[in-house]
């Protein structure tokens, strides 16, 4: 299990070892809901609070459908893959929210 906090600052100290320990690999990710977007294909993408302003982890993969079953502020905890890291944020793919 890694907290969306300290898997955006793992990002944020070092990409290349932030990708070595979570890129590709299943990841339990407790946060908060920052945001509900959809992306470029009206797919859900879920953003979780990590820390202070502009501070985010950004999953997707979850279907429209459980994501319009979240709130803004409300605590989750989602099962993803990591993704790697684009334009300052770490993203998780493949998410479900876990039971």
Do not use: W
């Not at 502020?73 to 929210?97: A, M, Q, S, Y």
Request: proline content about 2%; some cysteine; hydrophobic content about 45%.
């Amino acid at each position: 299990m890694v907290s969306a906090t300290e898997l955006f600052a793992a990002y944020k100290a070092n990409e290349i070892a932030a990708d070595q320990r979570y890129k590709g690999k299943a990841l339990k990710v407790p946060g908060v809901i920052e945001d509900i977007t959809s992306d470029a294909f009206d797919k859900a993408v879920v953003q979780l609070q990590a820390g202070g302003f502009m501070e985010q982890v950004h999953a997707s993969g979850l279907s429209n459908e459980a994501a319009a079953q979240l709130s803004k502020g409300e605590r989750v905890t989602l099962l993803c893959n990591g993704g790697g890291e684009v334009i300052g944020f770490p993203l998780l793919e493949d998410c479900v929210i876990a039971e």
